[in-house]
């Protein structure tokens, strides 16, 4: 009676996890987002991640094939057409683009995922509606379904025909009423005989939002199936949520029409299909896995999100930060480049920074599954903070570029990856509900060290087993509790704690900094424990607590990346940069998530208990103040010129990016402009200076100027010639897409009316 009464009093406590739930916090691996939560992270398991390397194979793949994809694409002609090129088509399929990870011996690249990764950055760097033309396929959708879980006879025939793109798949999940709440789907597929007596299933479904679908040769749609005769044989009537495989010719199929999200020309739609019959073994691992379907999808959009929409979000922040690094010294206002005046100089640093942070939270991340992790949390933490960054850093080079930036047309570099920034946001979870509920509301029971483990103790159906291992698990975890709650009054007095893993004077502050916080973190996940099944209404406290453990991962991955890369002294601003804005922003969201703590949401037995807790907490966590600040002025000018300035840090930036030289594109002549205005600025000093000297007239026309700059012996004729060149360049740079138009209603002359007869 005494332990049904502890295992009862600890289910009202501990926050219930309902069947999809629990499936859900099963299909990922626990890693660096584990040591984290513990609040003594081991840094040695993170630099156990290795640096990642391209095969040649891999390379050659980057330099040959990705390269000559990104050649035929032409952003305003694919626009204004609504489709790529069917020479790209072809090339896609005949290249082996759509199965970049599928194994060679069925035809498929048996590609890394950070190879995977790569070419989506790369595809996308040149056009977003291609980049999805490659990364849907290869990512959440039939291919990794049936390569991971499929039949012998599923994988001998698929695979070979998606790897070389005989068949075009699409993934068909959401619905009008099923978008976040996949569990709610209302497809629904019947276990049926047909006349000769072979079981086959009846589907009835309706999705919108499925990418490729209105070219998709073969569906993978997930429904809720239901077996009410038992010719399954497992006893019940509702299986659950199962995935299948659908050709398109099947009878009953509806596809064709076409959605238009932002304008951005991939092919996206809906379906739908009404007493469609399938066979029994086109469930995608046979009759056997009918029901499994929910966890199948878990593990791989685990896996699925650290892809995708991270690659092409670093893309698009890795664009925008180096054309507008460049355009910052190309353009000129009151004689001078843009990029020097402060206001531009302020946001050069956040892009700068923001971009060497996203791009090693991609690189570690991507590693961590090469490395066999199947990583839920970190893959949450990087779909929400990767393109919410995208967004940052895309607006920041639209406000530099300005009218240049919003004039549509083949010039316009932006608006490609601007229109798409919506749908980054929306797809794969959507953003407000990834940070809300998940980093934090299904981190805090997968990451924890012991709280799953409580769970599972507390609901198993033996009370006896189940109180022992509750007890077993309930001592470590309480002095877990205290040795959290004295480091981070210990921490909180110095602003840092606990070792760091290197001895560079650069950096090694920071690891102590994330230890102070991780502990923290810790004990602020315990003490959100007894809200219980309140957690998941309590969302902006769970928001707030997503955010600290979010950052502190930024913060990891970007020291992670700077060791692998060797520690380079001139990426050390941008480091800096980074690391220092994750740690206020962590160290601002724990004091917010203290301050606004539940209570309300306590039952009040545990509301009295951990009144005088909560009470004290700020002033045990912050005992000194604030040790976390934004970056400074003189950080944010220096982060500005790793992208303003010619160098390897510059170069470092652009790495991974389609950058043609041909000056007749938009991105070619950027950068000449930017090689020929930054060797013309020591000349215009000199131009400056002879006006000084009263041996120049200020305000004489530019022909003229440097004309007389080299009769007065302030120019040789080489450097007047460098300085026309940079100016012609400039001029193109600047220049905004027009178009002839026929004549404006508004001109034309208004049509004479007859007068008005007078009344009488």
């Given at each position: 009676?005494?332990?049904?009464?502890?295992?009862?009093?600890?289910r009202?406590?501990?926050p219930p996890?309902?069947?999809?739930?629990?499936?859900?916090?099963?299909?990922?691996?626990?890693?660096?987002?584990?040591?984290l939560?513990?609040?003594?992270?081991?840094w040695?398991?993170?630099?156990?991640?290795?640096?990642?390397e391209?095969?040649?194979?891999?390379?050659?793949?980057?330099?040959?094939p990705?390269?000559?994809?990104?050649k035929?694409?032409?952003n305003w002609e694919?626009q204004?057409?609504?489709?790529?090129?069917k020479?790209?088509?072809?090339?896609?399929?005949?290249?082996?683009?759509?199965?970049l990870?599928?194994?060679?011996?069925?035809?498929?690249?048996?590609?890394?995922?950070?190879?995977?990764?790569?070419v989506?950055?790369k595809?996308?760097?040149?056009?977003?509606?291609?980049?999805?033309?490659?990364?849907?396929p290869?990512?959440?959708?039939?291919g990794?379904?049936?390569?991971?879980?499929?039949?012998?006879?599923q994988?001998?025939?698929?695979?070979?025909?998606?790897?070389?793109?005989t068949?075009v798949?699409?993934?068909?999940?959401?619905?009008?009423?099923?978008?976040?709440?996949?569990?709610?789907?209302?497809?629904?597929?019947?276990?049926?005989?047909?006349?000769?007596?072979?079981?086959?299933?009846?589907?009835?479904?309706?999705?919108?939002y499925?990418?490729?679908?209105p070219?998709?040769?073969?569906?993978?749609?997930?429904?809720?199936?239901e077996?009410?005769?038992?010719?399954?044989?497992?006893?019940?009537?509702?299986?659950?949520i199962?995935?299948?495989?659908?050709?398109?010719e099947?009878?009953?199929?509806?596809?064709?029409?076409?959605?238009?999200?932002?304008d951005?020309?991939?092919m996206?739609?809906?379906?739908?299909?009404?007493?469609?019959?399938?066979?029994v073994?086109?469930?995608i691992?046979?009759?056997?896995?009918?029901?499994?379907?929910?966890?199948?999808?878990?593990?791989?959009?685990a896996?699925?999100?650290?892809?995708?929409?991270?690659a092409?979000?670093?893309a698009?922040?890795k664009?925008?930060?180096?054309?507008?690094?460049?355009?910052?010294?190309?353009?000129?206002?009151?004689s001078?480049?843009?990029?020097?005046?402060?206001?531009?100089?302020?946001?050069?640093?956040?892009?700068?920074?923001l971009?060497?942070?996203?791009?090693?939270?991609?690189?570690?991340?991507?590693?961590?599954?090469?490395?066999?992790?199947?990583?839920?949390?970190?893959?949450?933490?990087?779909?929400?903070?990767?393109?919410?960054?995208?967004?940052k850093?895309?607006?920041?080079?639209?406000?530099?570029?300005g009218?240049?930036?919003?004039?549509n047309?083949?010039?316009?570099?932006?608006?490609?990856?601007?229109r798409?920034?919506?749908i980054s946001?929306?797809?794969e979870?959507?953003?407000?509900?990834?940070?809300n509920?998940?980093?934090?509301?299904?981190?805090?029971?997968r990451?924890?060290?012991y709280?799953l483990?409580?769970l599972?103790a507390?609901n198993?159906?033996?009370p006896?087993r189940?109180?022992?291992?509750?007890?077993k698990?309930?001592?470590?975890?309480v002095?877990?509790?205290?040795?959290?709650t004295?480091k981070?009054?210990?921490y909180?007095?110095?602003?840092?704690?606990?070792?760091?893993?290197?001895?560079?004077?650069?950096?090694?502050?920071?690891?102590?900094?994330?230890?102070?916080?991780?502990?923290?973190y810790?004990?602020?996940?315990?003490?959100?424990?007894?809200l219980?099944?309140?957690?998941?209404k309590?969302?902006?406290?769970?928001?707030r607590?997503?955010?600290?453990?979010?950052?502190l991962?930024?913060a990891?991955?970007?020291?992670?990346?700077f060791?692998?890369?060797?520690?380079?002294?001139?990426?050390?601003p941008?480091?800096?940069?980074?690391?220092?804005?994750?740690?206020?922003?962590?160290e601002?969201?724990?004091?917010?998530?203290?301050?606004?703590?539940?209570?309300?949401s306590?039952?009040?037995?545990?509301?009295l208990?951990?009144?005088?807790v909560?009470?004290?907490l700020p002033?045990?966590?912050?005992?000194t103040?604030?040790h976390?600040?934004?970056?400074?002025?003189?950080?944010?000018?220096?982060?500005?010129?790793?992208?303003?300035e010619?160098?390897?840090?510059?170069?470092?930036i652009?790495?991974?990016?389609?950058?043609?030289k041909d000056?007749?594109e938009p991105?070619?002549l950027?950068?000449?402009?930017f090689?020929?205005?930054?060797?013309?600025?020591?000349l215009?000093?000199?131009?400056?200076a002879?006006?000084?000297q009263?041996?120049?007239?200020a305000?004489?026309?530019?022909?003229e100027m440097?004309a007389?700059?080299?009769?007065?012996?302030l120019?040789?004729?080489?450097?007047?010639d460098?300085?026309?060149?940079?100016?012609?360049?400039?001029?193109?740079?600047?220049?905004?897409d027009?178009?002839?138009?026929?004549?404006p209603?508004?001109v034309?002359?208004?049509?004479?009316?007859?007068?008005?007869?007078?009344?009488?």
């Amino acid at each position: 009676m005494i332990r049904k009464a502890i295992l009862g009093f600890a289910r009202q406590v501990m926050p219930p996890i309902s069947p999809s739930e629990k499936e859900a916090l099963e299909s990922g691996t626990v890693g660096w987002d584990g040591e984290l939560m513990s609040g003594s992270p081991d840094w040695k398991k993170l630099f156990a991640i290795n640096k990642p390397e391209f095969t040649k194979e891999e390379q050659a793949f980057l330099d040959g094939p990705v390269e000559d994809l990104c050649k035929m694409l032409n952003n305003w002609e694919i626009q204004k057409n609504n489709d790529l090129p069917k020479e790209a088509w072809d090339f896609i399929k005949s290249q082996g683009f759509m199965g970049l990870e599928i194994p060679k011996e069925y035809g498929g690249k048996g590609f890394s995922s950070q190879t995977h990764s790569a070419v989506v950055m790369k595809v996308a760097s040149r056009n977003t509606a291609a980049a999805v033309t490659v990364m849907v396929p290869n990512s959440l959708g039939p291919g990794e379904l049936i390569k991971k879980y499929g039949t012998k006879e599923q994988k001998d025939f698929y695979l070979p025909r998606l790897a070389n793109g005989t068949e075009v798949p699409c993934f068909a999940l959401t619905e009008p009423d099923a978008g976040s709440d996949a569990m709610s789907i209302g497809a629904r597929g019947v276990v049926v005989k047909n006349d000769k007596g072979e079981l086959e299933i009846e589907l009835n479904w309706e999705k919108r939002y499925i990418t490729l679908a209105p070219v998709a040769t073969l569906l993978g749609l997930a429904f809720k199936l239901e077996d009410p005769d038992n010719l399954l044989g497992k006893g019940k009537r509702d299986l659950g949520i199962t995935v299948a495989l659908v050709p398109r010719e099947s009878a009953g199929i509806e596809i064709g029409d076409r959605h238009q999200p932002m304008d951005m020309p991939f092919m996206n739609g809906p379906t739908k299909g009404k007493n469609v019959r399938i066979p029994v073994d086109n469930i995608i691992g046979g009759k056997d896995s009918a029901g499994r379907g929910w966890r199948m999808l878990m593990e791989c959009l685990a896996v699925g999100r650290s892809l995708s929409l991270p690659a092409l979000s670093t893309a698009g922040a890795k664009m925008a930060s180096y054309a507008t690094g460049s355009y910052s010294r190309v353009r000129k206002q009151f004689s001078t480049a843009v990029g020097k005046f402060q206001g531009v100089e302020e946001v050069l640093g956040r892009m700068a920074g923001l971009t060497y942070m996203m791009n090693a939270a991609r690189t570690a991340t991507v590693q961590m599954v090469d490395q066999g992790e199947r990583p839920a949390i970190p893959s949450a933490i990087l779909k929400y903070h990767l393109t919410e960054n995208m967004r940052k850093t895309v607006n920041d080079a639209m406000d530099i570029h300005g009218g240049k930036a919003v004039s549509n047309g083949p010039n316009n570099i932006f608006a490609d990856s601007y229109r798409g920034i919506p749908i980054s946001i929306t797809v794969e979870g959507a953003n407000i509900l990834t940070r809300n509920l998940i980093i934090f509301g299904q981190g805090l029971v997968r990451s924890h060290p012991y709280l799953l483990k409580e769970l599972n103790a507390i609901n198993d159906e033996n009370p006896k087993r189940g109180f022992n291992t509750l007890v077993k698990t309930l001592i470590p975890h309480v002095w877990n509790s205290f040795k959290n709650t004295v480091k981070t009054a210990v921490y909180g007095i110095t602003g840092r704690g606990g070792k760091a893993p290197t001895k560079d004077k650069a950096t090694k502050g920071y690891y102590k900094k994330i230890n102070r916080l991780a502990a923290a973190y810790a004990l602020m996940a315990d003490l959100s424990a007894p809200l219980g099944g309140n957690m998941k209404k309590e969302e902006r406290f769970s928001a707030r607590l997503a955010d600290v453990s979010s950052n502190l991962y930024l913060a990891s991955c970007t020291l992670w990346r700077f060791e692998k890369d060797g520690r380079p002294k001139e990426a050390l601003p941008l480091v800096h940069w980074a690391v220092q804005n994750c740690l206020h922003q962590a160290e601002q969201s724990l004091a917010e998530a203290q301050k606004n703590y539940p209570k309300q949401s306590l039952p009040l037995p545990l509301r009295l208990a951990m009144a005088p807790v909560l009470a004290v907490l700020p002033a045990l966590t912050f005992p000194t103040g604030f040790h976390n600040h934004k970056p400074s002025d003189q950080l944010d000018r220096d982060a500005a010129d790793c992208i303003r300035e010619p160098g390897p840090i510059r170069d470092q930036i652009g790495d991974g990016l389609f950058l043609p030289k041909d000056i007749n594109e938009p991105l070619g002549l950027l950068a000449e402009a930017f090689t020929k205005c930054v060797e013309a600025e020591p000349l215009e000093r000199k131009i400056g200076a002879g006006i000084r000297q009263k041996k120049l007239v200020a305000g004489t026309p530019r022909a003229e100027m440097l004309a007389k700059a080299v009769e007065a012996g302030l120019l040789q004729q080489s450097e007047a010639d460098l300085m026309k060149q940079a100016d012609a360049l400039r001029k193109a740079v600047v220049a905004v897409d027009a178009f002839p138009q026929a004549k404006p209603a508004a001109v034309e002359p208004a049509e004479k009316s007859k007068p008005a007869t007078p009344k009488v």
